[in-house]
């Protein structure tokens, strides 16, 4: 077997010889690095070799025929050939098919070694490949032994065969004779892999006819019968209708049908003919038709789930308030760094298919050394959520943070937003919890959809932690690690013993936080907007029933 690096080559080896610790591939079986070279070996090597060998520099030829003394290093080596003549060179590639003859002559009165080699079918040619001056007698024993040796390697291997010698001392060696050389090992039989292969290919091409030809049937079925195709943002959403109903519905998209007109479109009146049913239809105007699309399926896709949101069990929500408070611990803590998320929010909450909680959108996140005092930076967050002393500071901190993350927690309990907009007063949810605490009907503020589905020892954790969190002093807000203690029961909560210093004023206090960022109560009665983020980046906002 010859493969990258490795040789097959008649060689002569010391009497009694030991092979034991030789390596493999480069060293054939006969050699390892720490023997490589030394003149102790006593050997004489002729290799044919089917890759750039063991040196590049003497066997710079991938196909290549050398002459080695004591080691893997050649003293000589030509590319594979043979001479016609004494001029004209021909190519032999060893790795063909076609069976190779060679010779290794050695005269003991010149002390010179000629190597020749030809196609089997060729004579010896009168010129050698290879001649060089060696004193064999001062390389090897008395005892000797002649053979062949050969090594794979791990890469690409090829099989070579040894079909015939003949060797003799003190004279020429006797011809062989070509009619009794055994024939070439066939290749082995893979007829079972072809049938394999064939039944494969058929099966394939069969199937896939098959597909070709349905695919044709639909196309075909979709062009006579004018098919619409779906969408993907619409499997979920509202029914589509075609455009000459909507335009029939619209009576042509008559001005006197308009009753409104966005950023993107114009919307209009319509009576459906088949149903009667009065519609509004919005028609998309926008100089970026890709972009107007984008809005359009947007809006189409928030209008379709709203109607069937998912309402999410005790358990869940439950995990996901620890979810996020363990997240808000590596940020705050086990990081490298300390980093300040500054938009802790329900709808910044991620959740995958297992119901497991991420903190998103960091966009407004700062990173501080670990003992660094956090930086006055201006104003950003979403109303609600945003700590009194920040809007009087400016700085953000953990502390900012729990306080964000002690509204998350009553939002999840009670399902509504931390401030909701009625026309006549502005409803603070951390107040209205106050209202049934001190009322000593807490559990009132709890999301009715949870229908006491829940287990009341938590449900009192949560809120109570919740307004500790959201507490108006920095001070006495919890890190997130005691928060964490907390929801593992691994600490009791403490007792709440002067409510106003959770309540009082409250609403007094966000309402002057708006003003100082520089909203009025009339820029926040609009029924389509529920929350508000100010400063340099802006967040979404809720629905007026919570999730």
């Not at 959740?351 to 660094?372: E, K, T």
């Not at 930076?377 to 901190?397: D, F, M, Q």
């Not at 009715?448 to 920095?474: A, N």
Request: charged share 25%.
């Amino acid at each position: 077997m010859l493969t990258e690096g490795d040789m097959a080559l008649p060689s002569y080896y010391p009497h009694q010889h030991n092979f034991s610790g030789h390596k493999g591939g480069q060293y054939l079986g006969i050699l390892n690095p720490s023997n490589d070279g030394k003149s102790s070996n006593h050997l004489f090597i002729v290799e044919f070799d089917t890759v750039t060998g063991y040196n590049e520099t003497s066997d710079r030829y991938g196909n290549h025929i050398g002459i080695n003394v004591d080691g893997m290093n050649s003293i000589v080596s030509e590319s594979a050939s043979y001479y016609k003549g004494t001029q004209k060179k021909e190519d032999v590639d060893l790795e063909e098919k076609e069976p190779i003859q060679a010779w290794i002559d050695y005269d003991g009165l010149a002390k010179q070694v000629n190597v020749t080699v030809s196609p089997l079918s060729v004579s010896k040619p009168i010129k050698p490949l290879i001649s060089i001056f060696i004193d064999l007698p001062s390389v090897m024993k008395d005892y000797m032994y002649a053979g062949f040796s050969a090594a794979t390697g791990e890469k690409k291997a090829s099989s070579h065969f040894i079909l015939g010698w003949s060797l003799k001392l003190n004279g020429v060696s006797d011809p062989l004779d070509v009619s009794h050389f055994s024939p070439i090992p066939a290749e082995k039989s893979s007829s079972s892999q072809n049938k394999l292969k064939r039944a494969l290919i058929v099966t394939f091409s069969v199937v896939l006819f098959i597909l070709l030809l349905a695919l044709l049937s639909i196309f075909v079925y979709r062009k006579v019968m004018k098919f619409e195709v779906l969408e993907d943002w619409e499997l979920d959403c509202p029914h589509r209708f075609r455009y000459k109903d909507l335009h029939v519905a619209t009576r042509g998209f008559k001005e006197s049908e308009i009753i409104g007109v966005g950023g993107f479109g114009t919307v209009y009146k319509g009576v459906l003919r088949a149903t009667g049913a009065v519609v509004a239809v919005k028609k998309i105007i926008s100089n970026d038709t890709l972009k107007g699309t984008r809005e359009f399926a947007a809006e189409i896709e928030s209008l379709g789930s709203s109607k069937k949101g998912t309402v999410l069990s005790w358990e869940q929500r439950f995990n996901i308030i620890k979810g996020i408070a363990s997240g808000l611990l590596y940020l705050h803590e086990e990081w490298e760094k300390v980093v300040i998320h500054r938009d802790v929010k329900s709808s910044n909450v991620l959740i995958d298919g297992d119901m497991n909680a991420r903190l998103g959108d960091f966009g407004l996140a700062r990173l501080y050394d670990h003992g660094q005092n956090s930086h006055t930076t201006n104003v950003v967050g979403t109303i609600g959520y945003i700590a009194p002393e920040l809007t009087r500071t400016g700085k953000a901190s953990k502390s900012t943070d729990v306080f964000a993350y002690g509204i998350l927690l009553l939002e999840v309990a009670c399902g509504r937003t931390p401030v909701v907009y009625e026309p006549d007063r502005n409803v603070i949810l951390v107040d209205r919890i106050l209202d049934c605490l001190q009322m000593s009907n807490i559990f009132d503020a709890v999301d009715p959809k949870l229908e006491s589905t829940y287990t009341i020892e938590e449900m009192e954790l949560v809120l109570g932690l919740g307004l500790l969190c959201s507490h108006r002093k920095p001070e006495a807000r919890p890190t997130m690690r005691q928060v964490i203690r907390y929801l593992n029961r691994d600490e009791i909560l403490p007792v709440f013993d002067n409510l106003n210093s959770f309540g009082s004023k409250r609403v007094d206090q966000i309402r002057s936080r708006f003003m100082a960022l520089g909203l009025k109560d009339n820029s926040i009665t609009t029924s389509s907007i529920h929350s508000f983020s100010v400063g340099e980046m802006s967040s979404s906002s809720f629905e007026s029933t919570g999730r």
